[in-house]
């Protein structure tokens, strides 16, 4: 599932989905020549990591796929879930996006790429149980 947008600071961008019981989910923010600018991918119970071959278990794994190759990630360990729902909020600020779940800050994510040619956000569940609910651009309120 996908929204095209544009996207400029001070918006945002929300997901909410059913929380995987197993498995892994993401959020791409992609520009319009196909970089991901911006990949925020929960692994509840998934993969294998690289060093140990065991499964990545809450996790959060924040990455920019630019010019057809992944950088260096980011990892957010111990991220619970045990509500039913996973509100994901990505926000682009001035130099970061600020990435909260359930209404926590649990991030920042300093951009590795210009995000002035941001056209879609994807929502993935890599064929696992997560739902999506919602998906949606939030605009900032207006200055009076």
Known sequence: DHIDLEFDVGQCIQA????PTAGRTSVNIVASDGTVVLHVDYRKHS????????PWNQILIINSKLGGSWGTEEKVHDVETTIVYNDYTGCKQDADFSIELNQKDIATYAYRTPVNTVSRVEFGN???????????????????
């Open 16 to 19: 909410s989905y059913t929380a």
């Open 47 to 54: 993969g294998g990591k690289p060093s140990t071959g065991k």
């Open 126 to 144: 890599s064929g696992n149980d997560a739902v999506l609910r919602k998906l949606c651009v939030v605009y900032p309120a207006p200055s009076k």
